[in-house]
């Protein structure tokens, strides 16, 4: 496998689909008074996160280098996509300091200041997390690109012919199905 036959696009939202359960969780064990598991899903949910990052800047910076996807859909939902998009992108860059320093407070048992901290951290990684994968659905799934025929491909990225698209977020891995016509959707 090299890293063309990658799906990025499902991976790193199955990563902040991972992300936002594992922060839930986070939260749930808290209120609950689990400290150690609280310390260890939330470890989780920032390895995730870094992941993810990972994953991101290897699909759109290098070694792959991907082209930004157009957005396809019309009407209003192309001013809702963008207002997801943006405020998910702004939101997006204060996630590593936060986590780092709300983490960091935790673990060197600074309670009041991590509470503190973790009123900002909690919600805006949880909406970042969710809107991650909100993007995906619309963007690869419930608004995807035209598929050009002779490749399968929308501008030479993932295929997403109707056949060849998962039905669930867990599904294939991009790989064209076996024994599927592939047609436009």
Known sequence: MNLSDINFPLLNASLN???TLLLVSGLVLIKRGR???HKRVMIGAFAVSVLFLLSYLAYHVWPVGAAATPFAGQGPIRLVYY???ITHIVLAMAVPVLA?????LGLS???TAHRRWARWTFP????VSITGVLIYLLLYQLYAQPTDLANHQPHGSQPTCAACRPTELWA???QHLPGKNHVPQ
């Not at 805006?124 to 909406?127: A, D, E, H, R, V």
């Open 100 to 104: 780092v320093v709300t983490i960091w």
């Open 124 to 127: 805006i990684w949880l909406y």
């Open 109 to 111: 048992d600074r309670r």
């Open 35 to 37: 400290e150690g598991a």
């Open 17 to 19: 689909l991972a992300a």
């Open 172 to 174: 294939s891995l991009g």
């Open 83 to 85: 207002t997801i998009l």
